[in-house]
Nanobody, 128 residues
Framework: VQLVESGGGLVQAGGSLRLSCVVS????????IGWFRQVPGGEREGVSR????????FYADSVVGRFTISSDNAKNTVYLQMNSLKPEDTAIYYC??????????????????????WGQGTQVTVSS
């Protein structure tokens, strides 16, 4: 199983970025993909989650209305569209995967420990 993120970069406050997570080695529709972020010295924070087969989405309160998670099943790719970015969104962003059947009943993005597979991360920096 491999997850590869891309799309990070430097953007001014109020700007937008779209992160991509390409997933291989699994049946894409059977998976849940989550996006997490982490700042140096901080804990890994759940940002958003997509149950691909059902299309269910979940967001952290801090990103509701600004971030959108989606997928292109033909490309085995999950996207995180980030709009109205703020300096406090600066972090390394990771995508993570877990079989969707293990996430049934979780009403939130869930904790990092619930996910089995992780990408290498992509840096997002928002300047003020």
């Amino acid at each position: 199983v491999q997850l590869v993120e891309s799309g990070g970069g430097l953007v001014q406050a109020g700007g937008s970025l779209r992160l991509s997570c390409v997933v291989s080695g699994v049946t894409f529709a059977d998976f849940t993909i989550g996006w997490f972020r982490q700042v140096p010295g901080g804990e890994r924070e759940g940002v958003s989650r997509l149950d691909i087969g059902e299309g269910a989405t979940f967001y952290a309160d801090s990103v509701v209305g600004r971030f959108t998670i989606s997928s292109d099943n033909a490309k085995n790719t999950v996207y995180l569209q980030m709009n109205s970015l703020k300096p406090e969104d600066t972090a390394i962003y990771y995508c993570a995967g877990v079989p969707a059947r293990l996430m049934k009943g979780f009403p939130t993005v869930a904790r990092p420990v619930e996910y089995d597979f992780w990408g290498q991360g992509t840096q997002v920096t928002v300047s003020s």
